[in-house]
């Protein structure tokens, strides 16, 4: 994961990072400088563009829901609440929209919501990895409840698939819970397997996420 730099807390510092948006736009800033500001899908019923400081709370709202939705029932619920406060509170989110490290993409539905988004990340790496040539994290891959099965994962997925491949990485990797077969078999649809396993965090709870990867 990448470092958590403490950039705003509460709705205030929504506000705060919101100003820092406007302040850095005009420094170049990897791909997502170069992204339009709407990208439609084939299906058109989204666009995808770069978070903003103002999706903040809506990535909190889906990430915490998806989250709990598909991994709650595995875990005690003290260290579901350790991990949620942890990774999910508005510092840690905003933290990441604005991270130099972390690319950052959301689906829009025709009404201005964030239905689902998506996380590029440099600089992780797996010892399973180590022949792997220049790899990047596909992170949280998360789609709203009452928009799964549309294509707005895949919409997503294709999106930061091509950013990587613009940015000149040749390999992306993900980590999925060894005991979700439905997104394993997503996946392997999409092209990676299963190269390792690691173990996964929350709380005092540790789970096995396998290693997954696929050539660019």
Not at 73 to 90: G, V
Not at 115 to 140: K, M, N, Y
């Amino acid at each position: 994961m990448a470092g958590e730099r403490d950039c705003v807390d509460g709705r205030a510092g929504v506000e705060k990072l919101r100003l820092q948006f406007q302040i850095q736009s005009a420094r170049p800033t990897l791909i997502l400088d170069q992204m339009p500001e709407v990208i439609p899908p084939a299906h058109g019923e989204v666009t995808l563009r770069k978070a903003q400081a103002e999706d903040v709370e809506a990535i909190m709202a889906i990430g915490t829901g998806v989250f709990t939705a598909t991994f709650g029932y595995s875990l005690p619920p003290a260290d579901l609440d350790e991990y949620l406060r942890t990774s999910y509170s508005t510092s840690a989110i905003a933290s990441e929209v604005c991270s130099p490290n972390i690319d950052t993409v959301v689906a829009v539905d025709p009404h201005g919501h964030v239905v689902g988004f998506c996380q590029l990340t440099r600089g992780t790496t797996e010892a399973c990895l180590a022949d792997s040539a220049h790899p990047i994290e596909l992170q949280r891959l998360y789609v709203a409840q009452d928009h799964h099965g549309r294509g707005v994962g895949r919409a997503l997925v294709s999106r930061v698939l091509d950013m990587a491949r613009a940015q000149g990485f040749e390999t992306v990797w993900l980590g999925v819970w060894e005991e979700n077969r439905k997104a394993q078999r997503v996946y392997e649809r999409w092209g990676f397997t299963k190269v390792g396993e690691h173990g996964f965090a929350m709380g005092g709870c540790v789970q096995t996420d396998w290693i997954m990867s696929m050539k660019l």
